[in-house]
């Protein structure tokens, strides 16, 4: 049975299994690390039969996450916020937490590997779903000079608002088909369209000069996004070294280890283009 696991539904093409257990091969930690896959509607009896069977912390992925946090006794403020959690374990005293590293971790990305500034920055961000919420508390800590939110629902975007308008920096919100054309320092995508096959069209004069763009998915479901970025002079990144990252700050809060994420990123980026 996995001491450790990534729960979700489906799960199959997790990249997960692979990522814990180069961390742990770099680490010197020895752990068991297995995609799970939970019916849907079953997460909290799966949680429960793999605890039994010495489960010590699991992520938590699609379509779980909101319920994954429901489920703690305790949860960080950056897992309230966004609603969802991705990372569970167990206290000492055996208490379920929970935390979501996903925002942190495109945070970390961001700032320190692509080197994109954040703080007194423009930024608007593309989406209103889990991907957005997951990461929308941390990326206000690095103080952007403002956040426009944009989303095809717009009825999606009031909440995520108050969720966060007690953060210290400014929001706005557009509806989509309206996105201003004047020009951002940064433009995030976290909508699903292109995994779903359909790309959208993004006005010209949506980057200022030196900009930035980085979309949460990777590889080709990235391509689309990027190159109308590209092709506006702005600066790209896919969401590869957010998956790392994120996988990185979940190991440190299971092992108390910080993992080099170099080498693990530059081995998935071979397989991942
Ligand atoms: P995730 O957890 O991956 O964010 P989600 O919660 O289903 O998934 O959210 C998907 C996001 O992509 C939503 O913001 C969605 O817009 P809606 O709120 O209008 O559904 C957005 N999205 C998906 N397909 C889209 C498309 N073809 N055009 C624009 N936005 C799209």
């Not at 699991?58 to 429901?70: I, Q, R």
């Not at 995994?195 to 993004?202: K, P, R, V």
């Not at 200022?208 to 763009?213: E, L, P, Q, Y």
């Amino acid at each position: 049975h996995p001491n450790y696991a990534v729960i979700g539904h489906p799960i199959a093409h997790s990249r997960s299994p692979h990522i814990h257990t180069r961390f742990a091969a770099l680490t010197g930690i020895t752990l068991n690390y297995e995609a799970i896959e939970a019916p849907v509607g079953a997460f909290a009896a799966t949680l429960r039969t793999l605890r039994l069977q010495g489960l010590k912390g699991c992520n938590v992925t699609l379509p779980f996450k909101p319920e994954a946090l429901s489920l703690a006794e305790l949860s960080s403020d950056r897992a309230q916020r966004a609603g969802a959690a991705n990372t569970l374990g167990w206290s000492d005293q055996g208490r379920l937490w929970a935390d979501n590293t996903d925002g942190a971790g495109l945070c970390r990305d961001l700032t320190e590997r692509a080197g994109f500034p954040v703080a007194g920055r423009r930024l608007l961000i593309l989406g209103a779903g889990g991907a957005v919420a997951g990461c929308l508390a941390p990326l206000l800590a690095l103080r952007p000079a403002h956040v426009t939110l944009c989303n095809r629902s717009p009825e999606k975007l009031r909440p995520l608002l108050d969720r966060h308008q007690d953060l210290g920096v400014p929001l706005a919100v557009l509806p989509w088909g309206e996105c201003p054309v004047h020009g951002f320092d940064g433009v995030l995508n976290g909508t699903s369209a292109a995994l779903g096959g359909s790309a959208f069209s993004l006005p010209q004069g949506l980057w200022a000069k030196g900009a930035w763009a980085l979309d949460m998915v990777y590889g080709p479901a990235a391509a689309a996004f990027l190159q109308a970025a590209r092709d506006q002079g702005a600066s790209t990144r896919d969401g590869l070294g957010m998956l790392v990252e994120q996988a990185a700050l979940s190991f440190e809060r299971w092992h108390g280890v910080r993992p080099d994420t170099n080498p693990v990123f530059n081995e998935l980026r071979q397989i991942v283009p």
